[in-house]
C-alpha cells in the first residue's frame, strides 16, 4: 500500500520560511492528486494546496501568493514552500495522496494520508 513520509516541519517566527516535502512510495498502485491539509488548534482541517500527477494546482485562499505547491514525479516527492509565514499558519501539516489500484478486477480510488508534521509560527 502507499505510504507517505513528511519532513520539513518546525518553529519560526513570523515572515520566515519553511518548506515541506512529502515521499510517496507505490507498490502496485497509481498516484493521482497529491496535496497538504492542515488542521490548526481549534479549527476544522482544511485544504491547504493540492497537485495532479500533470502539475495543475490549487490553493486556498488564505495561502494564495505565498505558498508553493511543486511535484517531481521522478521521485514520488511533493513540496510546499511557504513564504511569509503568519501566525495562523500554525498548524498540524500532512501529505495527502489519491492513488488507484485494481481490488478484485475492479479499480478502486483510495486516499492516504500521512502521519502528519508540525508548523508553528510564534509571535
Known amino acids: 500500500q502507499v505510504q507517505l513520509m513528511e519532513s520539513g516541519g518546525g518553529s519560526v517566527q513570523p515572515g520566515e520560511s519553511l518548506r515541506l516535502s512529502c515521499a510517496a512510495s507505490?507498490?502496485?498502485?497509481?498516484?493521482?492528486?497529491m496535496g497538504w491539509h492542515r488542521q490548526a488548534p481549534g479549527k476544522e482541517r482544511e485544504l491547504v494546496a493540492s497537485i495532479t500527477s500533470g502539475y495543475d494546482t490549487k490553493y486556498a485562499d488564505s495561502v494564495k501568493g505565498r505558498f508553493t505547491i511543486s511535484r517531481d514525479n521522478s521521485k514520488n516527492t511533493i513540496y510546499l514552500q511557504m513564504r511569509s509565514l503568519r501566525h495562523e499558519d500554525t498548524a498540524v501539516y500532512y501529505c495527502?495522496?489519491?492513488?488507484?489500484?485494481?481490488?478484485?478486477?475492479?479499480?478502486?480510488?483510495?486516499?492516504?494520508w500521512g502521519e502528519g508534521t508540525l508548523v508553528t509560527v510564534s509571535l
Open positions: 495527502t495522496a489519491e492513488t488507484e489500484t485494481f481490488v478484485n478486477d475492479t479499480l478502486v480510488a483510495l486516499d492516504t
Open positions: 507505490r507498490i502496485g498502485f497509481r498516484v493521482n492528486d
